[in-house]
Every structure is written in C-alpha cells, then in structure tokens.
T-cell receptor, first 110, second 116 residues
Framework: QSALTQPASVSGSPGQSITISCTGI?????????VSWYQHHPDKTPKLLIY???KWPSGVSSRFSGSKSGNTASLTISALQAEDEAVYYC??????????FGGGTKVTVL | QAQMMQSGAEMKKPGASVMVSCQTS????????LNWVRQAPGHGLEWMGR????????NFAQKFQGRVTLTRDTSTTTAYMQLDGLRFNDTAVYYC?????????WGQGTLITVSS
C-alpha cells in the first residue's frame, strides 16, 4: 500500500486560506468516507482535526474543514494563524481492512 | 477523557525484538480498535496495524505482516506491540492510538533506537 500523495509544503499569510490536497486511489480515498486529517507540531503528539471526511471532533476549530471528490480529499485552513504552522497528515481507510497515511504537508505561515 | 500511557524508550541491537506496552484508561477498552503508528526520523506517520481488543483479532500493513505481533490484556486494559528482527531503519517513535473511524487518542510515543 503506497502512501497517499500530499504536497510537501504549502504556505500562506496570516488571515488567508490554504488548501492541502491528498490523493489516493479507488480502494482507499475513493472507496469509503473514512478520511481523517491530523495536525502535528514538533515534539507533540498528532492531533485529530477532521474525521469521516468533514466532521469535527469536539474542541477543534471550524477554521479547519474537509472535503472529498473522487480519489482526492482536501483540508482547508481558513483565517490562517501563526499557531497553524505544523505538519498536516491525511489518512484513509484502505479496503479491506487497513489504513494509510499521506506523506505529510508542512504548512508555513509567512 | 481517554488516556494512553506507553512504556519508556529502549535501545536495541539489530536482529533483536522489542515490546512496547500501552496502558489505557478513561474509556471502554474493548469498544475501539487499538492501532500502532510509527514515525521514523525525518519521515511521516506510518500505520503498522491494529488489534480489536474485544476479539483479539489483528490486521497489519503488508510490510509488517509476520514481523509484528499485537496482543492485549483486557483485565488491565493494556495493549502490546512486539516487533521482531529489528533493523536500523526501525528506529522511530512508536505510538499507540485508539479510535473508531479515525485515530482519536494518542499515546505519548515510545522511542525505539536500533543501534549496534
């Protein structure tokens, strides 16, 4: 199972919106609505931001939103803030019964 | 609030085995899969496998099949990951993670260093 494809880096200025793509295939992202996104700051544990493509866990800001079209999922961060600077990972369920992460996208706030 | 407490860092020689424990609390242990995810230095997150704490049945990423054993003790709500035949590139932080449709609650991570 190959990792999902994410851009290595994305940048934006404070207040702007950015979108991170995550491309898979028909047996992972395209198969089920089981895509999640994680924020990972250095020396911290990853944090769940989005699950089931576009749902928020309790306590996560609505500035983070998710979507999916075909074999590609996306995470949009609105009103970018300095604290959003981190590495972001997508993750998808893979038929029949495993999971795969994307390679990670480093977000830089200019 | 779910909590996952992992065992401490270890240094192992190539070819050896390592076992990492993950003691859970604050949720119903048998209701959610217990996954293992690792991150090697300079690399991204990698899903290794999961165990159904209720049934004891495990699933693995293909690259770890045959080299990873997942077990659990329902009486102590603790999960275990054993990795055999350690190689230099198994040096990584290993996380236990519980969740249903996603990886909700993460342990603090256990650094396993493989060095001769």
């Amino acid at each position: 199972q190959s990792a999902l494809t994410q851009p290595a880096s994305v940048s934006g200025s404070p207040g702007q919106s950015i979108t991170i793509s995550c491309t898979g295939i028909s047996t992972d992202i395209g198969a089920e609505d089981l895509v999640s996104w994680y924020q990972h700051h250095p020396d911290k544990t990853p944090k769940l931001l989005i699950y089931d493509v576009n749902k928020w866990p309790s306590g996560v800001s609505s500035r983070f939103s998710g979507s999916k079209s075909g074999n590609t999922a996306s995470l949009t961060i609105s009103a970018l803030q300095a604290e959003d600077e981190a590495v972001y990972y997508c993750c998808s369920f893979v038929l029949p019964r495993s999971w795969v992460f994307g390679g990670g996208t480093k977000v830089t706030v200019l | 609030q779910a909590q996952m407490m992992q065992s401490g860092a270890e240094m192992k020689k190539p070819g050896a085995s390592v076992m990492v424990s993950c003691q859970t609390s604050g949720y119903s242990f048998t209701d959610f899969f217990l996954n293992w995810v690792r991150q090697a230095p300079g690399h991204g997150l990698e899903w290794m496998g999961r165990i159904n704490p209720h049934s004891g049945v495990s699933n693995f990423a293909q690259k770890f099949q045959g080299r990873v054993t997942l077990t659990r003790d329902t009486s102590t709500t603790t999960a275990y990951m054993q990795l055999d035949g350690l190689r230099f590139n198994d040096t990584a932080v290993y996380y236990c993670v519980s969740g249903g449709n996603a990886f909700d609650y993460w342990g603090q991570g256990t650094l396993i260093t493989v060095s001769s």
